[in-house]
């Protein structure tokens, strides 16, 4: 009787070491899960105002203004080999977002 008393004394004290390593383990990879989170929200912030600075940027009124400042304008007829070029060129200008 007193060996199965020391057997489940040890037991117990083995189980309660393993529960409290694994308790440790959780908590560490819960914290990881969290910090990993948290660089995940503030790279989707990130990725957000890069978008809006990039849609800010890509303006053609804004481009238009700073190309005339430097000295450029449109394409004329001339500066192409055939008139195939320019046609698509107006063909892109006429399908929407210039890209």
Same mark, same amino acid.
């Given at each position: 009787?007193?060996?199965?008393?020391?057997?489940?004394?040890?037991?117990?004290?083995?189980?309660?070491?393993?529960?409290?390593?694994?308790?440790?383990?959780?908590?560490?990879?819960?914290?990881?899960?969290? *910090?990993?989170?948290?660089?995940?929200?503030?790279? $989707?912030? &990130?990725?957000? =105002?890069?978008?809006? !600075?990039?849609? %800010? #940027?890509?303006?053609?009124?804004?481009?238009?203004?700073? *190309?005339?400042?430097?000295?450029?304008?449109?394409? $004329?007829? &001339?500066?192409? =080999?055939?008139?195939? !070029?320019?046609? %698509? #060129?107006?063909?892109?200008?006429?399908?929407?977002?210039?890209?």
């Amino acid at each position: 009787m007193r060996l199965l008393n020391v057997t489940a004394f040890f037991f117990a004290i083995a189980s309660a070491l393993l529960l409290y390593g694994l308790n440790y383990d959780t908590r560490r990879l819960e914290a990881e899960v969290q *910090a990993k989170e948290r660089l995940a929200d503030r790279a $989707r912030d &990130d990725i957000a =105002v890069l978008k809006a !600075e990039r849609g %800010a #940027l890509a303006r053609p009124d804004r481009i238009d203004a700073i *190309a005339r400042q430097l000295g450029l304008s449109p394409p $004329r007829v &001339d500066q192409f =080999v055939t008139g195939r !070029e320019v046609s %698509a #060129l107006d063909e892109r200008r006429e399908g929407g977002n210039g890209r």
